[in-house]
């Protein structure tokens, strides 16, 4: 019984897949979920991903990605109003925007709520994405704020902007990355 919730709620947690190329190789389905075998060619950049049911405590994102050989920076956002028009990014919250910016090798975070940009936010002096290796970022969701985990070190908390965790429905990601895994 316990097994069968435990599936059943990592199932209603789960990351869908927004693509495009997806109506052309799998006929009409326009959202995939993440365990599916082919995901891995699924998870191009930029890439856009639902998060079912929305954040809430206790909830965390996992990305595990590549950096790319020669990188100038790259982001993962959680964001409100999926269902909103994609190409204009001011039409939404930004609940959490964490940058990677390789030319100053600073780990930002920032918010956008209402129209309105935070105040980027510095990370610690520790700077730990390398060209062309692995890493894996974690976000954690907590009451009053997200912890974020880059390769198991705990580097910082963002306390939220957006008060409505549920609305947060939408993880992207840009840059100069391969994302390898998502969940």
Not at 104 to 114: K, N, P, T
Request: aromatic share 8%; proline share 4%; charged share 30%.
């Amino acid at each position: 019984m316990r097994l069968k919730m435990a599936v059943q709620a990592a199932e209603n947690d789960a990351i869908m897949v927004e693509d495009e190329q997806l109506n052309d190789s799998l006929g009409s389905v326009g959202l995939i979920s993440p365990d599916k075998e082919d995901l891995a060619r699924l998870l191009t950049v930029p890439f856009s991903g639902r998060i079912r049911g929305g954040m809430r405590p206790g909830k965390k994102i996992i990305v595990m990605g590549i950096v790319d050989l020669e990188p100038e920076s790259f982001d993962v956002s959680l964001t409100c109003g999926r269902d909103m028009d994609k190409d204009k990014e001011a039409a939404y919250d930004v609940a959490l925007k964490l940058t990677a910016r390789f030319s100053d090798r600073q780990f930002l975070r920032s918010a956008c709520v209402a129209g309105k940009w935070t105040e980027e936010e510095a990370s610690t002096a520790y700077f730990p994405f390398i060209p062309d290796q692995p890493f894996r970022v974690e976000i954690h969701c907590e009451h009053q704020r997200f912890r974020i985990f880059v390769d198991g070190h705990q580097l910082f908390d963002f306390y939220h902007k957006v008060k409505s965790l549920a609305s947060i429905d939408t993880v992207r990601i840009d840059g100069d990355l391969q994302i390898t895994k998502l969940g």
